[in-house]
């Protein structure tokens, strides 16, 4: 599950005093709302006023309390009343002179405690709470995390990585890609055929970033753009000031033609029969999504041909024609030169575009063209380990193994500020892509308590599509609320520093299965269920793969060899 939490400053700017009823007998249209941003650190004095703060947003935001009430009893009110008055007997929230660091210590295990009592019932397993502690009167705050479930030993799942060099050796006709992303993480993938099954098809990914392995490409390469004047022309080479202030007119013809001579020796590349045929075969794989070795070969020459292309930018160049007397123009024309490449004819998107091609051109002549083709006759698609990510995966990948259009789950959202004001269950649609399976296949589906989120919507998605697809392994994390990067649009969820001492990680939105059950905490029940790894099988994978064996692999490939 990927989380990331930004660093809470101890103070927060500004100064919104507001006062926010807590008490249930207050009608809902007599209650002073707070927005959850709008909290700042005069708002927290006291540990009393921590609580209240956290108290409020979760009143406001939290979508599941309808299902806490009926799962287990929880009254969000009575824990107001109960914990109130427990935070508010810690007193040394501001590490008064009068308090001794044991005083603040202990007051602050207290704070650790009550808090994990009250957030360990969450059913919400995307659902995270970050807030500053005091821990001395000559330190800084510092931060403890909670989350629902805590208190729970989790069942062990196998590292990606692990189960990776588990399983390399085991295919055939690999794939490996890898992305690395700004903030330094990495998108990772490897797939190929079962070298003991070569019928079965096997891919697995570290988490949804799956968009990473799209070629997109414009409608076309290296196609002059006049209108912003960016391209250069003969005639505005003679019209040049510069070059017609060179003197002697002989001397100023010979720069004249040196210099058309570089521009026409530039032009011929993307003049060239050969980029004339690759912007062809780019439109045809708009049109199939096929990509040929003939268009790959063409790209790889003409990516070696771009990056070969005549210097006009190294002044070394013009020597035969440089002196004190053109150094000007020469200067304006290496100028206009880049401007023609790099604006006029788009040069540096063209060698992107083609090395991203290169780059995942095997994604798709491994897998997605023949997927679509009807050559991949069973599946596997090992989502373990997996915490989730993208939604847009749905769209550029899931719904690649999708026939037909189902409704595979419900979401809903807060509707207002009220502890149980939603909107109605709005159903979730799969339907099928334009280059995916032509018909049914028999997959199996890896989960383990380790698949999150996006693991556990896209197991849902293509069980819906029939008996053809099973899950198998362990019960999936159950973390299906619905999450954005743009919480502000919706009633419900938070994922912003408030009052400077406290972070949500909280969904906008709460799912349930297309079988109406919500499956927080719970996860997606595995069709054939395969108990978890032990601590000596983890280590095994990891420390002796060549003999290790993979009891979920196993019964996987058994369901996949019997259809």
């Given amino acids: 599950m990927k989380r990331k939490f930004i660093k809470i400053p101890v103070l927060a700017l500004g100064l919104i005093v507001s006062v926010t009823a807590l008490n249930s007998c207050v009608k809902d249209d007599e209650v002073s709302i707070t927005e959850p941003t709008r909290y700042t650190s005069s708002d927290v004095k006291s540990y009393a006023d921590l609580f209240k703060v956290f108290w409020s947003v979760m009143d406001q935001r939290y979508n599941y309390f309808y299902e806490q009430k009926r799962q287990d009893g929880m009254d969000w009110n009575a824990i107001y009343r109960e914990y109130y008055p427990k935070f508010a007997a810690l007193k040394t929230y501001n590490k008064g002179a009068e308090f001794s660091d044991k005083d603040i210590q202990e007051d602050r295990k207290k704070a650790i405690q009550y808090f994990t009592d009250i957030i360990d019932p969450i059913i919400d397993r995307h659902f995270a709470f970050d807030v500053l502690l005091p821990v001395s009167k000559s330190s800084n705050n510092t931060a403890e995390r909670f989350r629902g479930g805590m208190k729970s030993k989790r069942a062990n799942i196998y590292n990606f990585d692990d189960k990776a060099g588990y399983m390399l050796n085991r295919l055939d006709n690999r794939v490996i890609q890898s992305y690395r992303f700004s903030d330094g993480t990495y998108f990772n993938l490897f797939m190929g055929n079962l070298k003991t099954n070569p019928d079965i098809y096997y891919v697995s990914y570290n988490q949804f970033a799956l968009y990473n392995t799209q070629i997109n490409l414009q409608d076309k390469y290296l196609t002059p753009n006049p209108v912003d004047n960016y391209v250069l022309t003969p005639s505005e080479i003679e019209s040049n000031p510069d070059l017609n202030a060179i003197k002697d007119i002989t001397v100023r013809n010979k720069v004249r033609d040196f210099t058309v001579n570089v521009l026409n020796q530039w032009n011929a590349f993307p003049n060239s029969a050969d980029v004339k045929s690759f912007n062809e075969q780019v439109t045809a794989f708009k049109n199939t999504e096929i990509v ?108 690649r193994f999708v026939t037909k259009n189902t409704v595979w789950g419900y979401q809903r959202t807060k509707e207002g500020n009220g502890q149980f004001n939603y909107t109605p269950w709005i159903p979730m649609q799969a339907r099928p892509h334009q280059f995916g399976l032509p018909a ?104 002796a793969p060549a003999t290790f064996i993979d009891r979920v692999m196993n019964e996987a490939v058994k369901y996949l060899s019997g259809k």
Wanted: overall charge neutral.
């Fill in 292 to 399: 040929s070795d003939a268009f790959v070969a063409l790209s790889r020459k003409l990516l070696t041909a771009s990056q070969n292309l005549i210097a006009y930018g190294n002044k070394s160049l013009y020597a035969s024609v440089l002196n004190s007397e053109s150094d000007k123009y020469i200067t304006w024309f290496m100028g206009r030169m880049k401007e023609h490449a790099e604006k006029g004819y788009n040069l540096p998107q063209f060698q992107t575009d083609v090395n991203g091609l290169i780059y995942r051109s095997p994604f798709y002549q491994k897998l997605l063209n023949p997927l679509h083709k009807g050559d991949i006759k069973k599946l596997i698609i090992d989502v373990r380990g997996n915490g989730g990510g993208a939604v847009i995966d749905f769209r550029v990948f899931v719904e």
């Fill in 440 to 543: 049914d296949i028999p997959i199996a589906i890896l989960t383990d308590k380790g698949s999150y989120s996006m693991s556990e919507m896209s197991t849902m998605m293509l069980k819906s599509q029939g008996s053809q697809v099973v899950s198998v392994g362990d019960f999936s994390a159950g973390a299906t609320a619905g999450l954005t990067s743009n919480p502000d649009s919706f009633n419900g969820g938070s994922q912003d520093v408030i009052a400077g001492v406290m972070q949500f990680y909280m969904p906008v939105m709460a799912t349930k299965d297309a079988n109406n059950k919500v499956i927080e905490g719970v996860g997606v029940e595995p069709n054939i269920y395969v108990a978890p790894p032990t601590d000596a099988e983890v280590a095994a994978m990891k420390n």
